[in-house]
């Protein structure tokens, strides 16, 4: 005997995972969202079993999740081109935003702005080199 419809199951799933990636930063819980309310929604078309709900709900989120740097490449930040960028160790730049540690401050390299991270405090304006990369975030110095 069923509980619960399971197009409403998945209706609920999906709206507790975009509640939760509302809370979360990134996008990482927005498409398992997507995922359940597509499944809420092909399940009211066209009624499937429960194994192939979960099937094609973890198909379609793993697929928008690995697709959404293509999809969204631009849409949310400004500069996010700085990936193909290759800074090297001892590059020189300007720092646009203030370092002041732990917290992330940006500067200012090859025409790009990088987040960055010192182990002193930097003020805007100020002459920095990279010491190292770590990911999209650059730590400098003076």
Do not use: C
């Not at 998945?10 to 819980?29: E, F, N, R």
């Amino acid at each position: 005997m069923e509980f619960i419809d399971s197009g409403l199951f998945w209706l609920v799933i999906g709206g507790m995972l975009l509640l939760m990636g509302l809370a979360t930063p990134g996008l990482v819980l927005f498409f398992f969202a997507v995922g359940a309310t597509s499944v809420a929604a092909l399940n009211w078309l066209y009624p499937v079993n429960m194994v192939w709900q979960l099937v094609i709900f973890l198909l379609l989120s793993l697929f928008l999740l690995g697709s959404y740097r293509k999809i969204f490449k631009g849409s949310f930040f400004a500069g996010d081109e700085v990936d193909e960028v290759v800074v090297e160790v001892g590059a020189r730049g300007e720092v646009v935003a203030l370092i002041a540690p732990p917290a992330v401050g940006r500067v200012k390299i090859l025409d790009h702005v990088w987040q960055a991270t010192a182990d002193i405090f930097i003020e805007e304006g100020q002459t920095v080199y990279v010491v190292r990369r770590d990911g999209p975030v650059l730590h400098v110095g003076k």
